[in-house]
Every structure is written in C-alpha cells, then in structure tokens.
C-alpha cells in the first residue's frame, strides 16, 4: 500500500517568500491499484509524483510504500518520454536494469509486447512520438517496479494513439497488477483508466474528493460509461474542478450518500 | 572557441545530413570523388611549391624533391624517428594531462556557480597569459627537464579545455539526469550512459582545438629547454640555416598530425555520433 502524507513542501520563491506547493495532502493507494491524480495545472501534481519517486526530498511529511520509505523499484514515466538519443530503443529500455540475468530478455519480450520488436536497434530520434512513449513505457515496466508514477505520459498526443497507449497501459498493469499512480488534468482520461480518482484543490493542493470508481476494465475516455459519469460529476460539482476547497464538505456528503 | 563549440554541437550534423553519401567512406562513387579532390589539391600545392623553388633558384627554398630525399635520409639513419618518437611521447603526456584535469574542473565549474566565481579570474588569467612566459616560469622552477615541460604544455592547455567543458556542463539537460535519479541507477553508470554522452560534443572540440595548440607548444617548450626532440632539432637546423633540414621535420610532423585527425578523432566522433544519422 501506498500511504502518501505530505504536511507541507514549499518552494523558495524569488522574492524570499516561501511558495506553499502542498498542504496536509493525505492519499492511500491500496496495493495493485491504479489511482488517477486529478487538478487544475499548476497545482502541484508533478510535484507530488517528484515526492513520492524520490527525486524532491525536501519536504517535511511521511511517504511509505508497505510501510517504508519507498527506494528503488520505482518506475517512472514523465510528460516527455526523455529517452537518451544515443541510445537504441533496447539499450534504453535494459539501461534502467540492475545485475538482473533475465533483465535483457523481459525487455525484449515487453518491446515486443508494445509492438517494437522492428525498431529494437533504432534511435529514438527516429521514431514517432506514440513510439517513443511505448518504449518509456517498456522502460518503466521492465524493472517489474512494485510503483510505477506516471506524469501525464499521453499529453500532447493525438487521440487515437494516445487511447491505443492507454489500452497498452491497461493490459500490462493487468497482468502485473502494478500499484499506479497516474497524474492528468484531464478528467476523461482519469475516469477511464483508474480504480480510483483523487481531485485536488488549487495550489497549495489537497484532496478535495476521493472516488473510486467500479466500472470494469477496459475502457477508453469514449465509453458511454465514461461520459455518463463524467457528465454526472460536472452537474453535481461544476466546481470540483475549478479546485475550490469550499465544496470539498458537501462533495464528500452527497459522495456519502451516493 | 565558442565557434569550435558550435561547430561541434550544431553545424557538424547539419552538413552530415546534407551530405550523407560522404560518410560511407572511399567505398562510394560520392566518396571517391571526394578523395581525388583531396589528393589532387596535395599535388598542386607540391607543384606551387616546385615551380616556385625552380624560379627562386635559392638554399632559403629548396624544392620539394630535396626536402623529400632529406625526410628519407633522416629516416634511414633512425634520427629523425627517435626524435619524433620523443616528441609524440611528450604531445601524447601532455594532451592527457591537460584533457583531464581541464575536464575536471570544467564539470566542476559548470557544477557549482560558487567554484565558478572563485575560479574563473584564474581562468581568465591562464587563457592570456603567454605560452612563452609559462615556459619560462617552469624551466626556471621545476629545472630544466621532461616534467616541467610537460607541466608548461598542460598549463597553457587546461584553461581553453575548461571553458568548453563548462559550457558542455552548463548544458547537460536535468530533465534526462532526473531519469538517472528516477530509476535509481548507480552513479557510475548515470555517469557514462546519461552524463558523459552529453558532454561529449564538447569534449571532442576540446581534444580537437587541444591536438593542434598542444604540438606547436610542445616545439617551442623543446626549442628553449631540452636536448631532444622535433623542436629541438629545428633550433640546430635554424643555428645551421639548414632550411631543407626545417622542411623535413615539418612536413613529418603536420602528417602526423593529419593522420592522427582522419584515422583516430574523426572515426571515433562518427562512432560515438551514430545516432544522430
């Protein structure tokens, strides 16, 4: 399980003003859960992932995954695929795996599994961004990770490959049963792919609404479903998204109720 | 420098990709051609040389024949490559030497913004400083021998490999670091798989600007202060007025050179640039 109890982390502005990024933020992911981070941009999404991957340790608060601070195992998956040009797409996907003697062979089998095996020895520059995220995507799978943090992987691609990426997504997480954390400022693409999604506030962000959601896997942010709960969620809390923190007590009532 | 660092970094590749037939090599009809143009323009220079000589009708020019004959002569009696054995030997120290350190503190520099106000007045004096006056202070320090010339090149080198390397430093993108840091690799291998491929444009104008400036320094720390060696050879032919002499030892040395730069530095940066293709 993950527990994430963030107290405060704060930014050193420019003008010696502390910048509060996030405040008495509290999520649980249970173990082989796929959560979606929902907020308004710049509210401090990304930086939660950088917490909770260890790549931003200042901050005062607790993160534990199985009840310790979570180190190595981790695998990531930023907004840009940030693949190393001068790398093959096997190399980078084998760069990340540590003395690991089956390592080479789980890369092979999950490049080809992304439908990559043509490319293996090609350099990233080459090839298209939807092919480039698959390969980031082999890369954060290939370590077997017991976490895998995902920073709006899909932003900036067109629709029809970014849904193909999410049902690649689907699938592996399916078999592997990964716990996911999966930061988006789309709502769409949060309802469609999480067990459970978490709202946050505007900057400094917390949790203002923590739904799971129970329809059955797979689907694509398209589905009847999909929409009919996303439709339902804009009447009941226009506001939700906007981040406002009043609405939080009644969205977590009528939640109740529902 | 800031043009060889953009040569290196922007303009290399966009010629390769405009003239991508060039890099397969002499195997190409492209390539080929390319070689006799090569060649051809050796000749002429030669032929320049040979008609000017004819005309000249003086000891201060020889003809290239001469010079040629003299480069076999000095070969067969073993002298003239013992004394370029003894310089390379000295080149070769030198240039390691200045690379290393030079990269050191010109990662460290690009690094920490403090270490780089502290240091780069120092920076500022070693790049104007004299090679002459280097020279000198370390003959007259160190003695008259190997490790103070080698210490006099490597000073006169660093600075000019520290503001590339800096510049390199100051571009490594944090955004591929933080994949190093994500994935929890080990820093040695951040260091070679992530670090070092970006840092290696600047590091390969480094070697190539440091190749060229380091033989001519090394002549002149060999004319002032030792008793081997290409530079000191010049200086008895000079003594001598033996310009055939001057010519040969020249004209090996600049093959050198050129062959070091087309059989070892250019191979090796399309090895290591593959990628770009």
């Known amino acids: 399980m993950l527990d994430i109890d963030i107290t405060r982390k704060t930014y050193p502005d420019r003008g010696g003003q502390p910048h509060v990024a996030l405040q008495a933020l509290r999520m649980q992911v249970q173990a082989g859960e796929f959560a979606c981070v929902v907020g308004p941009s710049g509210c401090g999404k990304s930086t939660l992932l950088n917490l909770v991957g260890g790549l931003d340790t200042d901050y005062q608060g607790r993160i534990a995954l199985d009840g310790q601070a979570p180190e190595g195992g981790i695998g990531f998956m930023f907004q840009e695929p940030r693949l190393m040009p001068w790398l093959t797409v096997l190399q980078n996907v084998e760069l990340v795996l540590r003395d690991d003697p089956q390592g080479s062979q789980r890369a092979r089998a999950l490049l080809q599994a992304m439908e990559l095996s043509e490319v293996l020895d090609a350099y990233p520059g080459r090839l298209s961004g939807g092919m480039q995220r698959r390969v980031a995507l082999a890369r954060a799978f290939v370590i077997e990770p017991r976490l895998l943090l995902m920073d709006e992987p899909f932003v900036s691609l067109d629709a029809p490959t970014a849904n193909r990426l999410r049902v690649m997504l689907v699938d592996i997480w399916r078999q592997r049963r990964t716990t996911v954390l999966f930061v988006t400022h789309d709502l769409r693409e949060a309802l469609a792919l999480g067990d459970r999604v978490f709202f946050l506030s505007a900057s400094p962000a917390q949790v203002v609404l923590n739904l799971p959601i129970a329809l059955p896997h797979p689907r694509t942010p398209t589905d009847a479903a999909v929409q009919a709960l996303h439709q339902d969620l804009l009447q009941r809390h226009p506001e939700l998204l906007a981040g406002g923190v009043e609405s939080t007590a009644r969205a977590h009532e009528e939640f109740a109720r529902a | ?277």
């Open chain 2, 1 to 277: 420098m800031t043009v060889k660092v953009q040569h290196a970094l922007g303009m290399a590749p966009q010629q390769d990709n405009a003239t991508p037939l060039k890099r397969q090599g002499a195997t190409s009809p492209v390539g080929r051609r390319d070689a006799l143009t090569r060649l051809a323009s050796l000749l002429v220079f030669v032929l320049v040389w040979h008609i000017a000589a004819s005309i000249a009708q003086t000891s201060t020019l020889p003809a290239p024949l001469a010079v040629f004959e003299r480069i076999a002569a000095e070969t067969a009696s073993l002298v003239l490559p013992e004394h370029l054995y003894i310089t390379l030997s000295r080149v070769v120290v030198s240039f390691t030497v200045a690379m290393l350190i030079g990269t050191l503190i010109g990662i460290a520099m690009g690094h920490w913004r403090r270490l780089d106000l502290f240091l780069d007045g120092w920076l500022v004096l070693g790049l104007n400083i004299p090679a002459l006056v280097t020279i000198i202070l370390c003959y007259v320090w160190f003695g008259l021998n190997d490790t103070a010339a080698i210490i006099a090149v490597a000073i006169n080198k660093i600075p000019t490999v520290v503001v590339t390397v800096r510049e390199g430093a100051r571009a490594i993108d944090p955004r591929l670091m933080q994949v190093g840091a994500a994935y929890r690799l080990p820093p040695w291998r951040t260091f070679c798989h992530i670090y070092l491929p970006q840092l290696q444009p600047y590091l390969m104008a480094a070697a190539r600007s440091g190749l060229s400036l380091i033989w001519k320094i090394v002549l002149v720390v060999e004319l002032l202060g030792r008793s081997n060696g290409i530079g000191f050879q010049l200086n008895v032919f000079f003594q001598f007025f033996d310009i055939t002499g001057i010519l040969a030892y020249t004209l090996v040395f600049a093959a050198i050179v050129l062959l070091v730069e087309g059989l070892m530095l250019r191979p090796l940066e399309r090895r290591v640039t593959r990628w770009r293709g």
